[in-house]
């Protein structure tokens, strides 16, 4: 499902930027969804320049779709979701998954900002998992 996000989030750039220069929209992208700081951090880079084998396209991705572990899913810890505003892997992207947890203790928080939001916005993010994890050790 990101695939179709990135793909629907990438025409609606091609048409708000009237242009079909792929590196144009690549870049416009980049900055909305993925990295919205001036410089990509140095560890960001670095994992990027030595990524492996790529997973967006592959074969074993692209028609999986998450299924419900076994009776014990009940079962399973708490989980905390947290989304960027701008990430092309939006809430449709992960309904999927939060009904796999059969419990209903999912906590999602909305922060402004995209795939990489916990180099944009680092202290924030520490800050909610912090108090996520806090709050689950006292229940």
């Not at 993925?34 to 028609?63: K, M, Y």
């Not at 014990?72 to 809430?91: C, M, N, S, Y």
Request: charged share 25%.
């Amino acid at each position: 499902m990101s695939n179709e996000e990135s793909d629907r989030i990438l025409q609606e750039l091609e048409v708000g930027l009237d242009t079909q220069d792929a590196s144009t929209v690549n870049e416009a992208f980049w900055k909305r969804s993925q990295c919205r700081l001036e410089q990509v951090p140095t560890v960001l880079q670095e994992a990027i320049d030595n990524i492996g084998v790529e997973w967006f396209n592959s074969p074993q991705l692209l028609d999986y779709v998450a299924k419900s572990t076994s009776r014990w899913a009940r079962e399973l810890p708490p989980a905390l979701v947290i989304g960027g505003t701008h990430d092309f892997v939006t809430k449709s992207c992960t309904e999927g998954w939060r009904r796999l947890f059969k419990h209903g203790k999912i906590t999602e928080v909305d922060v402004d900002g995209s795939h990489y939001l916990h180099f944009e916005k680092a202290q924030e993010y520490g800050e909610l998992l912090s108090t996520y994890l806090l709050h689950q050790e006292q229940e």
